[in-house]
């Protein structure tokens, strides 16, 4: 089983930028498709991003696109989420997670069967 950890999120101002890290330890997620997910306050869960094992697919929620990018280093065996002009409704604490499934990534929360504790990011108006 592998585990997860974020590091990276703070408090920026809006247009500002932050990189998120997913690190995994306990087995190689090499197989693992990785997703971040976010809550604000008072609201569900989103799925922001996520990355296929190889990195072959990506996909990005739409509030995102454009300003985020999400990328792989199986090395490190870790994922990072690079955050440009972040605004302040990109408040939330984020969240990594992993799938291992031969159907590739889901858009869908209880698809994800390991979590990390969460990082929280703040963006000041």
């Known amino acids: 089983q592998v585990q997860l950890v974020e590091s990276g999120g703070g408090l920026v101002q809006a247009g500002g930028s932050l990189r998120l890290s997913c690190a995994a330890s306990?087995?190689?997620?090499?197989?693992?498709?990785i997703a971040w997910f976010r809550q604000a306050p008072g609201k569900e869960r989103e799925l922001v991003t996520a990355?296929?094992?190889?990195?072959?697919?990506?996909y990005y929620t739409n509030s995102v696109k454009g300003r985020f990018t999400i990328s792989r280093d199986i090395a490190k065996n870790t994922v990072y989420l690079q955050m440009n002009s972040l605004k302040p409704e990109d408040t939330a604490v984020y969240y990594c997670a992993a799938r291992l499934s031969p159907l590739g990534v889901s858009l869908t929360r209880t698809d994800y069967r390991t979590w990390g504790q969460g990082t929280q990011v703040t963006v000041s108006s």
């Open positions: 990355i296929n094992w190889s990195s072959s697919t990506t």
């Open positions: 306990g087995r190689t997620f090499t197989n693992y498709h």
